[in-house]
């Protein structure tokens, strides 16, 4: 029922927790504080947060996770990798972060369209400096936004378009390309544990997604 997943010196620890029994989930927790300690690394328990996803009406109150005498603060909202989680999963956050970020390189943009600079090379500050945030792991979050989170992102995008003086594609039509060439991926990567599931079910082919 537990996870840990790691990135560089980033951990993250989830667990599945049913029927309030949460004895796995702190017994991992002390495990990767043990194996921390074998290891010589020095866990950094002030910047340690706990975000507790749970949809049930009435919700379970748990006690704080505690590391060496210091208790982890519980979260309603967690940066990881750059992206925002809340414990309602609406993205909403996230939303705001994307959207304020491309809304300042916006302004580059059109700094670079009033020196006369050509279609090509706006095209190309557009795709590497605001598209590369607008679209930043939104395999994770594209499909769980709101309508009026998507129309904000699509406004930002069709200014963008606007300055670069080309008709841009759509956040839908994007997401859809990026999903696609991560499904072919998947299919040919034997350790991947979806390729399996995927080749198996037979419900995906080069042409249609």
């Not at 369209?113 to 994770?140: E, K, P, T, W």
Request: with cysteine; charged share 25%; aromatic share 12%.
């Amino acid at each position: 029922s537990c996870h840990l997943q790691k990135f560089s010196d980033d951990t993250a620890l989830l667990s599945l927790i049913s029927r309030g029994d949460d004895l796995a989930y702190r017994e991992e927790v002390n495990s990767f504080v043990g194996w921390c300690d074998a290891n010589f690394l020095q866990l950094n328990v002030g910047k340690t947060q706990e975000l507790v996803i749970d949809f049930r009406k009435k919700k379970q109150t748990f006690s704080p996770v505690v590391i060496k005498g210091q208790p982890v603060e519980t979260v309603e909202t967690y940066k990881y990798l750059g992206v925002y989680l809340d414990d309602k999963l609406n993205w909403k956050r996230n939303s705001d972060s994307v959207v304020k970020k491309a809304q300042s390189r916006l302004f580059f943009l059109r700094k670079l369209r009033s020196f006369d600079i050509s279609r090509r090379l706006l095209n190309v500050f557009y795709q590497g400096i605001m598209a590369s945030v607008l679209f930043y792991a939104v395999l994770c979050w594209g499909r769980s936004l709101t309508a009026e989170d998507k129309n904000r992102i699509n406004k930002m995008i069709k200014k963008s378009g606007s300055v670069v003086g080309q008709s841009l594609d759509s956040f839908d039509m994007i997401l859809d390309k990026r999903m696609k060439n991560k499904l072919k991926t998947v299919m040919f990567l034997e350790d991947h544990p979806f390729t399996r599931f995927l080749r198996i079910s037979g419900a995906l082919s080069v042409g249609e997604c």
